[in-house]
């Protein structure tokens, strides 16, 4: 069985900083897929980035990138000059399939943009 | 695009009775389906896998007679709770993957369906 830890229950940052949630996860698979997903107060997921374990180069999308470790089994997310909107729950999540497969979410940090 | 919509957004039922929450892709075909469970304050677990035509995969320690999946359609995804009890109560998520699958073959998540079981 696949899990996935996030080890931050909770983080605050200020306003333009960066700010670097971690993800542990632990699989017998070669190939799979990696995800965060912002929760907003409206509770409607929305996926940050993805990426593929077979993909050496890390994902990017525009203030989010990834830093992907397959061989410690680490996906950290770095949210650079972090923006009131970021205000969130950020959920690490796992599949083997991609879209085929339900995902193996973490626990979750809560994180706080302070202006 | 690819949006995904569930009804009713927040249901209130009474013990004992049975309440059904759909999920539907608006502008997509979706075979697959997925359906979560979101305790407060807690990450969602995957209760099953809805393929349209076919029975649902439930998840190790999900009770398939509690929660009936029924994906009927290529747009349209049920989860019913059966004889539903406090403990019930709930946020539930579903998800959902284009067909025919293209580009980053994503899954497209619902808005949730808050259940309060008195």
């Known amino acids: 069985a696949q899990t996935v830890t996030q080890s931050q229950p909770e983080m605050s940052v200020q306003e333009a900083e960066t700010v670097t949630l971690s993800c542990t996860y632990d699989?017998?698979?070669?190939?799979?897929?990696l995800f965060w997903y912002k929760q907003p107060p409206s509770r409607q997921m929305i996926l940050v980035i993805r990426?593929?374990?077979?993909?050496?180069q890390n994902a990017t999308e525009n203030r989010f990138s990834v830093n992907f470790q397959k061989a410690a089994k680490s996906f950290s997310l770095k949210i650079s000059d972090s923006q009131l909107g970021d205000t969130a729950m950020y959920f690490c999540?796992?599949?083997?399939?991609?879209?085929?497969?339900?995902?193996?979410f973490g626990k979750g940090t809560h994180l706080i943009i302070q202006p | 695009g690819a949006v995904v919509s569930q009804h009713p957004s927040w249901v209130i039922c009474k013990s004992g009775t049975s309440v059904k929450i759909e999920c539907r892709s608006l502008?997509?075909?979706?075979?697959?389906m997925f359906w979560y469970r979101q305790f407060p304050k807690q990450s969602l677990m995957l209760m099953a896998t809805?393929?349209?035509?076919?029975?649902?995969?439930?998840e190790q320690g999900v009770e398939k007679d509690k929660f009936l999946i029924n994906h009927a359609s290529l747009t349209l995804s049920t989860l019913t709770v059966t004889s539903a009890h406090p403990e019930d109560s709930s946020f539930y998520i579903c998800?959902?993957?284009?067909?025919?699958?293209?580009?980053?073959?994503?899954?497209?998540f619902g808005p949730g369906t808050r259940l309060t079981v008195l």
């Open positions: 998800s959902a993957r284009p067909w025919p699958v293209t580009g980053d073959d994503e899954q497209f």
């Open positions: 699989t017998s698979e070669n190939n799979y897929y």
């Open positions: 990426q593929e374990a077979y993909k050496q």
């Open positions: 999540a796992f599949n083997v399939g991609g879209g085929a497969d339900g995902l193996t």
């Open positions: 502008d997509f075909q979706a075979t697959t």
């Open positions: 809805s393929n349209e035509g076919s029975k649902a995969t439930y």
